[in-house]
């Protein structure tokens, strides 16, 4: 493989004369592989140069493929002025994991937004294709790409090349898990970032700081040139490129680092070449043919982990309220334990996916629940993510060296907490790649279980006695639900109840106002669903559909109603489980409850509705039209009348809004004194109609109502044919229209 280095910089790009020997532009490395792939590594301002050097010289038609490690500004930036994209006879697939709420394409196209620049990205002339990656390999030509987590504030992964027995590591925006005082890398998350290194030709490492730098910037994301190096030695690998400079390093300071690792090198008696990345430096990476494959499973399998369940055991409030907002904002469930003996009394009650737990508990060590967590989710590598004081934390790594469990020192960035849960689900969901045989799986030529025997085990049922668990299953069935079959469907009759026996399913619920489908939860073994139909003697109120391949066992009716009326503990587990659900529901209704003084939908909930009718209007192919409404006058009612008044003012707005528009339509409070409207299927030529709808029913309201004075609303208007990802653009648009027009009554 030819390697080139178009940008080397970290963060923010750096040009001048102080950097001009290593380079000022950020990330950007040109791959051309023997078979003619040709590979970009990130598209930071380095793209600029390739774009127009491949704009010159490759023949056409282009087909390139863009590898993102993340879509932090400094790896996309380049993006808008690589020219290639530009081009109609150019094919760009672009491949990076998946962001914090936001797809791959939707962050791409946030930075071509009109506010930044002046093509869209859907208006770009090549043919591109997006693709969200997890922890696995593929293949593009004939190059095996491999990716793997690294520890960062945002999701993050590696990329490692093979082609013809020579392997390129690229591992950048990554921060040691721990830096250890003698040097041994102990953490399991460093262990694990050197075997996917290993045996490497050229790595290409983030070496943003010294070490003396670095004990200021915990928790920002990056390494320091030391632990570049160290892992380096540790994985076997023959180069090592600092790479992703501090855009505060000149070229002389680079320089002095290179020297330093150099020697530390020779101190350790390693034969690593090591050297600083330069912009324009270009190699050649060959080997013997003795690269091997670091990671298993599809890297282009998306492993959905919405629903999934994170137990939490502390006793720190502080600590679960952040854990809580980080665990929400991805909608996970959170189940909550405060010490060693509620935990080994209550977890029966739900099978976690992943435990963060504090190593300090009231009444005893962490690590006494390992076992226990192991017990109930049937799994000796059930992840647990140990919250630990730094003080204490290589003491414990000294004991702990098993792969499935992290470590996190306190106080911890909520970033990177986030970044971590969300590698540790993706890896391990969904029949992940560290992912094993689950209880009651079969063994080679081993007698499949009976009914009774599966559910044995199972948090729900372990009360009942063998012989009622053998009433229960007595006329019970099964069966195999492959990814996206519909298990059930909302308005079926209510006469089974299904019991996960492997595989997960995700429940959703048809939102009256937008007729789209909210997810509720996800549920995986052990866990039960359809028993609410049956209690409330209702039809099903939401469609249950298989996520991967999912195995169930379906009881009847009469047959789980006898086992509950009969049988007092499988009854009271049974409560358990719906308070905990209820429990998880109202924590997701919290995060879009309507907006507590208009009843209109709050600024988050109608960012996250806009989307669901936004993609609505795009299949549907028509147009959206967005009102914004803003109440100049507020701060004088407040002032002259008080807070009262002011409040009934804002009732009648957001009353009159509800009146005027239509039931498919959707209204918002996004300020102290604003609201938006977003109208599906309307057109320009009806704002007139509707604007003087709402005026009217505003003057109507404040008459009936007896408001001391008039209620004078600014109205902006934005439209677009087709409507964008997010609701910005078109609050941005209306809001610049607004301040152009004149306060109307």
């Known amino acids: 493989m030819h390697v080139r280095f178009w940008g080397t910089r970290g963060s923010i790009s750096a040009p001048g004369r102080n950097t001009a020997t290593y380079g000022g532009n950020t990330a950007c490395l040109e791959v051309n592989a023997g ?15 390739l774009g127009l ?66 093509v869209k990205l859907r208006e770009l002339r090549s043919r591109m294709h997006f693709t969200e990656l997890d922890e696995g390999s593929f293949r593009i030509g004939e ?38 005082t003698d040097g041994i890398l102990r953490h399991p998350g460093d262990q694990r970032h050197v075997a996917f290194i290993r045996g490497a030709d050229l790595v290409v490492h983030d070496a943003q700081y010294s070490d003396e730098e670095y004990r200021s910037k915990i928790g920002w994301g990056h390494s320091t040139v030391e632990y570049a190096t160290d892992v380096a030695l540790a994985a076997g690998a023959r180069r090592l490129a600092l790479f992703h400079h501090d855009p505060a390093h000149d070229d002389a300071t680079v320089t002095m680092l290179e020297a330093r690792v150099r020697a530390r090198v020779v101190a350790a008696r390693g034969s690593l070449d090591v050297f600083a990345a330069r912009e324009g430096m270009e190699l050649v ?153 689950r209880r009651g799986a079969l063994a080679p030529g ?23 668990r053998e009433r229960l299953v007595a006329d019970t069935t099964d069966h195999h639900y492959v ?96 308070a905990g659900r209820l429990g998880d529901a109202d924590r997701r209704l919290a995060r879009y409850a309507p907006d507590p003084l208009t009843g209109l939908a709050s600024r988050r909930a109608f960012h996250d509705q806009y989307r669901r009718c936004a993609a609505a209007a795009r299949r549907a192919r028509t147009g959206v039209l967005m009102l914004v409404l803003d109440v100049p006058q507020l701060n004088a009612v407040n002032s002259r009348y008080g807070y009262t008044v002011g409040d009934d003012v804002l009732r009648a707005v957001a009353d009159a809004l509800m009146e005027a528009t239509r039931a498919t339509d959707l209204v918002g409070r996004v300020g102290t004194d604003e609201f938006a409207v977003l109208l599906v299927d309307a057109r ?24 001391p004075l008039e209620v004078v609303c600014k109205i ?22 607004m301040q152009r027009s004149k306060p109307s009554a």
Not at 550 to 555: A, D, E, K, R, S
Not at 557 to 575: E, K, W
Request: proline share 7%.
């Open 53 to 118: 050097r491949l704009a010159r010289e490759r023949p056409n038609p282009l087909r390139l493929h863009l590898l993102i490690g993340h879509t932090h500004w400094d790896h996309i930036q380049g993006f808008p002025f690589f020219v290639p994209a530009f081009l109609p006879s150019a094919e760009i697939n672009v491949y990076a994991p998946l962001g914090f709420q936001r797809g791959l394409e939707e962050a791409m196209a946030g930075q071509m937004e009109y506010s930044y620049f002046p």
């Open 684 to 707: 320009p030529k009806d704002v007139g109609a509707i604007t003087g709808r709402v005026q009217a029913k505003l003057a109507d309201l404040a008459h009936k109502r007896e408001l």
């Open 35 to 49: 078979d003619g792939t040709l590979i970009v590594l990130d598209c930071g301002t380095g793209a600029r140069e």
């Open 285 to 437: 990476v060959d080997g013997a043919g003795g690269a091997r494959t670091t990671v298993v499973g599809s890297a282009l399998e998306r492993r959905a982990i919405a629903g999934a369940r994170v137990l939490v055991v502390s006793a720190n409030e502080s600590d679960v309220a952040a854990i809580g907002d980080v665990l929400a904002d991805d909608d996970l469930l959170m189940m909550r334990m405060r010490d060693v003996a509620s935990t080994r009394a209550g977890i029966g009650d739900g099978v976690p996916d992943l435990a963060i737990v504090d190593m300090e508990l009231p009444d005893g060590d962490g690590l006494t629940l390992i076992p226990v967590l192991r017990e109930v989710s049937g799994r000796l590598d059930f992840p647990i993510i140990f919250m630990v004081a730094v003080a204490e934390t290589e003491r414990l790594l000294t004991g702990l060296a098993e792969a499935s469990f992290d470590v996190l020192p306190k106080p911890f960035s909520p970033p990177m907490l986030r970044a971590r849960i969300r590698a540790w689900l993706s890896r391990t969901l969904n029949g992940g790649p560290s992912r094993r045989r």
């Open 446 to 468: 081993a007698e499949a279980p009976s009914f009774a025997e599966l559910i044995a085990p199972m948090p729900l049922f372990r009360s009942l006695a063998r012989d009622d």
């Open 143 to 180: 190059v095996h790409v491999e990716t793997q987590y690294l520890n960062h504030t945002a999701p993050t992964i590696a990329y490692r090349l093979t082609h013809g027995g020579a392997t390129l590591a690229y591992v950048t925006d990554h921060e040691p898990f721990w830096r250890p």
């Open 483 to 578: 990814p996206g079959q519909d298990i059930i469907r909302e308005g079926d009759p209510s006469d089974r109840v299904f019991v996960v026996v492997s595989g997960r399913v995700r429940v959703l619920e048809t939102s009256p106002e937008t007729q789209t489908e909210v997810l509720l939860a996800e549920l995986g073994p052990g866990e039960v669903f359809g028993e609410l139909g049956i209690l409330r003697e209702q039809p099903r109120s939401a469609t249950v559909v298989a996520v991967e391949t999912t195995h169930c066992l379906i009881v009847p009716q009469r047959d789980f109603l006898r086992s509950v009326t009969g049988a007092p503990g499988l009854a009271v587990g049974l409560l358990r489980m719906i």
């Open 716 to 737: 902006g208007v934005a439209y677009r044919e087709t409507p964008p990802e997010t609701a910005d653009e078109l609050l941005g648009a209306a809001s610049a229209d």
